[in-house]
């Protein structure tokens, strides 16, 4: 199957590290024009040059709905989003009694609040043009439980998953179609690298044993998901969510 997405219009947040830069190459390399948008600056300009001269780099922190506002009124229409920033922000699990408001909602603000706020932000030119894509990234922790143990981001990724289903029946009318990736334990950041050593041998030996596939995944296995709910080979797919987790 040959996914292009020549001259497309892509917003993909988070874009500095992991799933988001693989999932920005992955559509610059079938001829996307890439707004890559995230915190991280240094990472930005990074992603950015790996994306070639048309890749666009945006600051933009997700959970900031006016900074978002901003940020699309500056790109124009855009035809696909990704909303793939997100994680635990450096958090670990720990007892209920210990989670501060801010610790709880930090997570909410990137992983469900950006989400909503990106969406909003891209909806009115994809209903003018009856056409969009909106590809979101949650985890298996939405799904089932988390590894973390973090109760903020079981929450926000599962709030994430029932956002998903709703704007896909919102906004299905327009012919937008709005899905989501759920995916499984990938060592592609600095807060799965801890739990992975935190894991120990035996640890990371059951992880693996519980995989069907018996090998963690990367952040391309994540990417061609998201090419596929993007690609017009998805046009009758909507509020869907896809586990990309090697198989439980
Ligand atoms: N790696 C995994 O095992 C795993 C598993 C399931 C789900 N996920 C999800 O996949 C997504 C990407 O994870 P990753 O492993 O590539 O992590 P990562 O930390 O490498 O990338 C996340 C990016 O989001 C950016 N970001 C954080 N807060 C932001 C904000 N407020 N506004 C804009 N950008 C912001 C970070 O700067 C970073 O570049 C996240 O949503 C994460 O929750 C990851």
């Known amino acids: 199957m040959n996914i292009g997405f020549d001259n497309k219009v892509v917003i993909v947040t ?3 590290h992991g799933f988001g830069r693989a999932i920005a190459q992955n559509f610059a390399d079938r001829g996307a ?4 948008c995230d915190i991280n600056a240094d990472g930005l300009e ?6 070639g001269p048309r890749a666009k780099s945006h600051i933009l922190d997700v959970g900031q709905r006016a900074q978002v506002q901003a940020a699309v009124a500056q790109i124009g229409d855009v035809d696909i989003l990704v909303n793939n920033a997100g994680g635990v922000r ?3 699990g720990r007892p209920i009694e210990e989670i501060s408001e801010s610790d709880w909602q930090g997570i909410f603000d990137v992983n469900l609040s950006g989400a909503f706020f990106m969406s909003q932000a891209v909806a009115p030119a994809m209903k003018r043009k009856q056409a969009g894509r909106i590809v979101n990234i949650s985890s298996g922790a939405g799904l089932g439980i988390s ?3 973090i109760q903020a981001y079981a929450s926000a990724k599962a709030g994430q998953i029932g956002l998903t289903r709703q704007l896909a029946h919102e906004l299905g009318p327009w012919n937008i179609t709005v899905n989501n990736v759920a995916p499984g334990f990938v ?3 600095p807060s799965t ?14 992880l693996l044993q519980n995989i069907a596939l018996k090998r963690l995944g990367t952040a391309d296995d994540i990417a061609a998901m998201v090419m596929f709910f993007a690609s017009d080979q998805a046009n009758w797919i909507t509020g869907q969510v896809i586990s990309v987790d090697g198989g439980k």
């Open 193 to 206: 690298e801890k739990q992975w050593d935190a894991m120990g041998e035996e640890g990371q030996a059951r």
């Open 33 to 36: 024009v890439v707004h890559a």
């Open 14 to 16: 988070g874009a500095a």
């Open 46 to 51: 990074e992603t950015v040059a790996l994306c």
């Open 90 to 92: 450096g958090q670990v």
């Open 147 to 149: 590894l973390t143990g």
């Open 187 to 189: 060592r592609s950041n």
